[in-house]
């Protein structure tokens, strides 16, 4: 059997077969036996089993390898599955929390709508209110002006001067007083 039909058999290079040949000491046919042609690998009976056994076991690794990494790459599609259903678990409540935060945004929009209008409605009562506080502080001052005039206007009963005193007197006065 030829490295050719064999590699063909086998589903593998040429060139694998080759460097098997070579690591495992196959005997390479002489120019003689080839008749002026490249010369090749004699294969045997023996080497031909040999290397249905390598690449055989080899094959199983791979397809054990392709297995396994079939496997591996289920075990990472589940846990990136696991991984992306607990995101969209927090993106959805992210969205609730957003919603809530807008509804609430609105709600104090409207209260603070609510309160500058009661602000401004108290800020017009106060300017009324002053207002009128001013007004009745004129109408209080001008009372006040009308009792000083008339206070003025009327004569005062004041006490009759007591007549002057020598000095004399004053200085004994008191002496007479106290007497």
Do not use: H
């Not at 002489?30 to 010369?39: D, H, I």
């Not at 259903?85 to 945004?105: G, H, N, P, V, Y």
Request: net charge positive; aromatic share 6%.
């Amino acid at each position: 059997m030829t490295i050719k039909e064999l590699s063909q058999e086998l589903q593998v290079s040429e060139q694998a077969l080759r460097q098997w040949c070579k690591r495992n000491g196959v005997r390479k046919e002489s120019e003689n036996e080839t008749k002026g042609k490249k010369a090749g690998y004699f294969l045997t009976e023996n080497d031909v089993e040999q290397i249905r056994n390598y690449y055989s076991t080899k094959g199983n690794e791979r397809k054990d390898s392709a297995k396994g990494k079939e496997s591996k790459s289920n075990q990472t599609l589940d846990i990136l599955q696991a991984q992306l259903s607990e995101k969209d678990k927090q993106i959805s409540e992210l969205q609730k929390q957003l919603a809530d935060a807008a509804t609430e945004r609105k709600q104090l929009t409207a209260e603070r709508q609510t309160t500058l209008a009661r602000l401004f409605s108290l800020e017009d009562t106060n300017k009324e209110l002053q207002m009128e506080l001013n007004k009745y502080k004129v109408i209080a001052d001008s009372k006040q002006t009308v009792v000083e005039v008339d206070s003025v206007n009327e004569p005062a009963e004041t006490e009759a001067p007591e007549p002057k005193l020598s000095f004399f007197e004053r200085l004994f006065r008191r002496s007479k007083r106290s007497k």
